[in-house]
């Protein structure tokens, strides 16, 4: 079935330096949301991707999607301390009725 | 003040129980979700209702049931079949049904089987 699946699953840095997550699939994706879940809290929604090739920028966090629908990143750009969480991709199943979530990779940051 | 509140944040119960965790949301959303976390596996879907009185399985159905008797109400029931219940547990909704919108989390409840 349709699988999404995330590496690495753990990431340590040192504050100001680049970290990068990816996502990918064996299957054309109708599209991709990335989640962010600080330590002990809950998943919360950062953005979507749904065009092939898509860009898009938050601050110093940068997300694509790949030209074949198959995979994106989540590029973070000099980590911060408030940074550290765990961010999953998802992607529409279910017919579209639900989403399944990619396991997820925990970033530490270090100052 | 609007959102997803999911009680109690803990709940401690003994082997052989059922347990019934609360989901409300006010945010007038159609579809609510169920998932399971456990450490290293991300979220695995439970249960999800698009609408009132209709309802899904996820990928993880087995020992646990839902109810969708009213909009704002989607209550998981963790039955002695679960087979292993210690877990996190979310709840979450979207404002349509076919979730090309974000999802809203609630705080999560924290179960454990003793």
């Known amino acids: 079935g349709q699988q999404v699946m995330q590496i690495p699953q753990y990431q340590h840095v040192q504050e100001g330096e680049d970290f990068t997550t990816y996502c990918n699939s064996s299957?054309?994706?109708?599209?991709i949301q990335w989640y962010k879940q600080r330590p002990g809290g809950h998943p919360v929604f950062l953005i979507q991707?749904?065009?092939?090739?898509e860009v898009k920028k938050q601050k110093r966090l940068t997300f694509q999607f790949g030209e074949a629908k198959k995979n994106s990143s989540l590029h973070i750009t000099a980590t911060q301390t408030t940074d550290v969480g765990t961010y999953f991709c998802?992607?529409?199943?279910?017919?579209?009725?639900?989403?399944?979530f990619g396991k997820g990779t925990t970033l530490s940051v270090s100052s | 003040d609007g959102g997803i509140t999911q009680s109690p944040k803990y709940l401690f119960r003994k082997e052989g129980q059922n347990v019934t965790l609360s989901c409300e949301q006010n945010?007038?959303?159609?579809?609510m979700y169920w998932y399971r976390q456990d450490p290293g596996q991300g979220l695995r879907l439970i249960y999800y209702?698009?609408?009132?009185?209709?309802?899904q399985k996820g990928d993880i159905a087995e020992g646990y049931s839902v109810s969708r008797e009213k909009k704002e109400s989607f209550p998981l029931t963790v039955t002695s079949a679960q087979k292993n219940p210690t877990a996190f547990y979310l709840c979450?909704?979207?404002?349509?049904?076919?979730?090309?919108?974000?999802?809203?989390f609630g705080p999560g409840t924290r179960l454990t089987v003793l």
């Open positions: 979450a909704s979207s404002p349509d049904r076919t979730v090309t919108d974000t999802q809203y």
């Open positions: 299957t054309t994706l109708s599209n």
């Open positions: 991707l749904v065009k092939s090739g």
């Open positions: 998802a992607t529409l199943y279910q017919a579209g009725t639900a989403l399944i």
């Open positions: 945010l007038n959303h159609d579809a």
């Open positions: 209702s698009q609408i009132v009185n209709d309802f």
